[in-house]
């Protein structure tokens, strides 16, 4: 089964990291994208040395292109099963940022740091 996806938008909120039980770090921020004038919000999650460089470089409204797939959560609230999507991150490449940085920094590729296979994340 194919499960990829690539994504171009703004960050709607600055990037999140905190540290799993093992001292993984684990990076999440909302990504807004457009298709004609509607606006879809996605949740990202970047994974290691990845999710520390997102965390340090990007803010709020800056321009990302993120390569990564799909994963869907099951949950359950006031007994009516739900689902919550979010795309794990493979690679994210800075496109622009909201702070202004020297062209050199503005288009970096960013690989992800991650040791092992996406598949072995635990959710």
């Not at 600055?14 to 093992?22: G, T």
């Not at 099951?74 to 009516?80: L, W």
């Not at 099963?81 to 800075?94: D, L, M, T």
């Not at 991650?114 to 994340?121: Q, R, T, Y």
Request: charged share 30%; with cysteine; proline share 5%.
């Amino acid at each position: 089964m194919l499960n990829d996806v690539t994504l171009v938008g703004n960050l709607g909120r600055d990037p999140e990291m905190r540290r799993s039980v093992k001292d993984l770090a684990i990076t999440r921020f909302s990504l807004a994208t457009k298709y004609g004038e509607e606006t879809t919000w996605h949740n990202i999650v970047c994974f290691g040395r990845l999710g520390e460089n997102m965390e340090k470089m990007l803010s709020k409204g800056s321009m990302v292109a993120v390569k990564g797939r799909i994963n869907i959560q099951s949950y359950e609230k006031d007994g009516e099963k739900r689902k919550s999507f979010e795309i794990i991150a493979g690679s994210v490449q800075i496109l622009s940022r909201k702070d202004p940085q020297p062209p050199s920094q503005q288009a970096a590729q960013l690989e992800p740091a991650f040791e092992g296979d996406l598949e072995d994340i635990p959710f």
